[in-house]
C-alpha cells in the first residue's frame, strides 16, 4: 500500500481497484455475450463505428480503434467534446460512447444529440448509470472505479472490447490468456532513472493508445507535464526537446512497426532523454537506457501484459514527487462541467 515512503487513503483507493482488476475484467468479458453480439452486428452492417469517450475512455478507444480496423471496420476513436463541438456525421456509423461512471456532462449532452439513432451502445461500469439507461450498454463487473486515475476501468473497458472484436472474429485468446497471467514487472530502476526528469513523453506506434493512457496517468498522479506522441509524430519536430529534463517511455509490440520503436528509442538515448522501453516484440533490435522485457505479445495482448506495470510506473513517478498520491486538488472523479 505504498510507494517508497508515500502512503495515504487515495494511493490505498488505487491499489484496491489494481487488485481487482484483472477478476473483474474476466468476469466482464464473460458477462458481455448478448450485447457484444448486438454491437458487432452493427459493426458487420455499417462497416463503420465512431468510439466516443473522455479521459481515460477515449485512451481505451484509441488502444482499440487499430484492433477494429483490422476487422475490416472504418473505426475512428473522437473525444465527446470534440464531436459537440465539430462533429462527424453518425448517420451511418455504429456508435459507442464509454464513460466508467456514465454521467460525465458530455455524455448527458450526446444521449441528448443520439436520441432515435439505429445502433448506439454505451460501455460503463454503473448499470445503473444515464448512459445505461438510455442505450443498450456492455456493464463492466464490480461496480463504479473509486479511485483517483483510471486502473482497473482501462483493463474492464479493454475485456469489454475483446469480447465484441472476438464475435468479429478476432483471435482473443493470447489477450485472454494474457489477463489471466497477471504479468507485472519491477518498475523501481525505471524510477530512479526517470526521477530527475520534468517532463515525460510516451509512445508507441500500434501501442499509441496505451501511451496516452500512462501519460495522462502521469499528469493526474504526479502533477508533472507529460505527454503522448504516436511515434511517427515524435519524429516530425518534438525530438528538438529531448536532454536530461524530458523522460521517454516508448511502448513497443509485436508489431510491422517494431524496427520504428527501436530506432526511436535509440535517437531519444542518443539525445541525452533517459529512455525506458517497454517492450513485448521479442526482437534484440531494440535498444534503450532501460528495456523492460514482456513475454511477446501483439496487439491487445501486449496492451494487457504492460498495461499493469505501466500503472505502476505513474504511480512511483508519484511517489518521488508528491505526498499525497491518487488525492486530486483540482478535478473530480466524475467531471460534471465542460
Not at 74 to 98: G, H
Not at 220 to 238: D, I, N, S, V
Not at 241 to 251: D, I, R, T
Amino acid at each position: 500500500m505504498s510507494v517508497g515512503n508515500i502512503t495515504g487513503e487515495g494511493l490505498m483507493a488505487i491499489e484496491s481497484e489494481m487488485a481487482r482488476q484483472h477478476e473483474d475484467s474476466l468476469a466482464s468479458l464473460e458477462g458481455a455475450a448478448e450485447v457484444a453480439g448486438r454491437i458487432a452486428d452493427a459493426l458487420r452492417s455499417r462497416r463503420r463505428a465512431v468510439l466516443l469517450g473522455m479521459g481515460g475512455s477515449h485512451a481505451v478507444n484509441r488502444m482499440v480503434e487499430v484492433e477494429y480496423r483490422a476487422q475490416g471496420i472504418q473505426a475512428v476513436a473522437v473525444s465527446l467534446s470534440e464531436q459537440l463541438y465539430s462533429p462527424l456525421d453518425l448517420s451511418d456509423a455504429a456508435v459507442l460512447v464509454t464513460s466508467q461512471s456514465g454521467e460525465s456532462a458530455e455524455v448527458h449532452r450526446m444521449l441528448a444529440d443520439l436520441s432515435g439513432h439505429g445502433a448506439s451502445f454505451g460501455i460503463t461500469l454503473e448499470p445503473a448509470s444515464a448512459l445505461a439507461r438510455a442505450m443498450p450498454s456492455l456493464v463492466g463487473a464490480g461496480g463504479s472505479e473509486r479511485a483517483f486515475a483510471a486502473t482497473r476501468s482501462l483493463m474492464i473497458t479493454l475485456a469489454l472490447h475483446l469480447a465484441v472484436l472476438s464475435r468479429l472474429g478476432l483471435d482473443v485468446r493470447a489477450s485472454v490468456d494474457a489477463l489471466r497471467a497477471r504479468v507485472r514487472l519491477d518498475v523501481t530502476e525505471a524510477i530512479k532513472l526517470l526521477k530527475p526528469a520534468r517532463a515525460v513523453i510516451y509512445s508507441g506506434r500500434t501501442l499509441r493508445g496505451l501511451a496516452e493512457a500512462a501519460a495522462l496517468s502521469t499528469m493526474e498522479l504526479a502533477r508533472m507535464p507529460a505527454y503522448a506522441l504516436e511515434g511517427g509524430q515524435f519524429r516530425h519536430g518534438p525530438l528538438e526537446a529531448l536532454g536530461p529534463s524530458l523522460g521517454a517511455v516508448h511502448f513497443c509490440a509485436d508489431e510491422p512497426a517494431a524496427s520504428l520503436v527501436g530506432s526511436l528509442a535509440r535517437d531519444t538515448v542518443a539525445g541525452a532523454s533517459p529512455t525506458v522501453v517497454f517492450d513485448t516484440s521479442g526482437s534484440d533490435a531494440v535498444h534503450g537506457d532501460l528495456i523492460l522485457r514482456f513475454p511477446k505479445a501483439s496487439g491487445l495482448a501486449a496492451t494487457v501484459t504492460m498495461l499493469p506495470t505501466a500503472q505502476r510506473l505513474a504511480i512511483g513517478l508519484a511517489g518521488q514527487r508528491v505526498s499525497d498520491v491518487g488525492v486530486p486538488l483540482r478535478t473530480t472523479k466524475i467531471t460534471r462541467s465542460e
